[in-house]
């Protein structure tokens, strides 16, 4: 990586840390001033700047979650910064999917006060498990313990590899076409199975529907992505809402049940959409950290 690379990977692993609202201004700013010290230190050296320099002047400068907390506003004092939202984001998750694995049983006669004062209330150990480990993260880092050097990391880039995505288009599709025929092919299978594995009546008329629409949204999608032969704002914006599309049907699914007529393969697969839940959302978290490309805010174009 030449020197501009490497600021440009510091830059963005600084603002992955800020408010979305934040990190453009804040990139560009903070990227002509790194520009600018590496400048005048070359001057200085009497040589042309170098990777080892610029490495060397931005490990001076500061670690990137401790330069982004510059640019943050004061939390309370276990939470740094730039931990705010994922402590929030993984608190909130957490609760939200342990009420919603446990609520179904007040519609099925559960006392209410019974679930609050069990799983309910009990939901709260999330958070303060997380505050337990922020505490002692900080603990370490004061005594030095805990302390990672940054190195630069390979940029991102929007484009993407016709010939790679063209083998994954082709899987996508043979994979929707497996599940659209999926209870047909249940019927085939040997004894036992095709009454173990029968979807309940009620499930596929609507539900089936809606997934094959999720399903093929994304597949024109990345579709328009292959041909462009790269991500696009439009394209990105779009995945995202399909992922949060595929996200609640799944979260109806889970609550609602009745997928399988046999309760035991119904409960089974709610345990295996909660966990392709937990991949969509850790996919959307991903997008929305994902640096976007820096340009001159409109003040000074």
Do not use: C
Not at 131 to 159: I, N, Y
Not at 244 to 255: D, E, N, P, Q, T
């Amino acid at each position: 990586m030449n020197p501009q690379e490497i600021i440009e990977a510091y830059v963005r692993d600084v603002i992955r840390h800020l408010p979305h609202r934040d990190r453009n201004e804040t990139g560009f700013e903070l990227r002509g001033l790194l520009t600018e010290m590496l400048q005048e230190q070359a001057q200085q050296q009497g040589t042309a700047p170098t990777a080892s320099m610029t490495l060397d002047m931005l490990r001076r400068f500061g670690h990137p979650s401790e330069v982004a907390q510059r640019y943050l506003p004061a939390v309370p004092a276990f939470l740094p910064g730039n931990q705010l939202r994922p402590f929030l984001l993984v608190s909130l998750t957490g609760m939200a999917l342990q009420w919603a694995l446990t609520l179904p049983a007040v519609f099925a006669g559960q006392s209410i006060a019974a679930w609050w004062f069990g799983p309910g209330l009990g939901a709260f150990w999330i958070p303060g498990f997380v505050v337990m480990f922020s505490l002692l993260e900080r603990s370490l880092k004061l005594r030095g313990l805990f302390h990672s050097q940054w190195s630069p990391r390979g940029l991102q880039t929007d484009r993407v590899s016709r010939p790679v995505w063209t083998v994954g288009l082709v899987g996508f599709a043979l994979a929707v076409l497996m599940m659209v025929f999926l209870p047909t092919l249940i019927q085939s299978l040997p004894g036992v199975l095709p009454a173990v594995l029968a979807f309940h009546p009620d499930f596929l008329p609507v539900q089936g529907m809606l997934a094959v629409f999720l399903w093929t949204a994304s597949f024109a999608i990345h579709t328009a992505v292959w041909r462009e032969g790269r991500w696009t704002i439009l394209t990105r914006r779009m995945d995202a809402a399909t992922g949060v599309g595929f996200l609640l049907l799944l979260a109806s699914w889970v609550i609602k049940g009745n997928i399988f007529l046999q309760p035991a393969t119904d409960e089974g697969a709610r345990f295996w959409l909660v966990l392709v839940m937990v991949l969509i959302l850790w996919d959307l978290l991903q997008q929305s950290i994902r640096p976007r490309v820096l340009h001159p805010p409109k003040a000074v174009k």
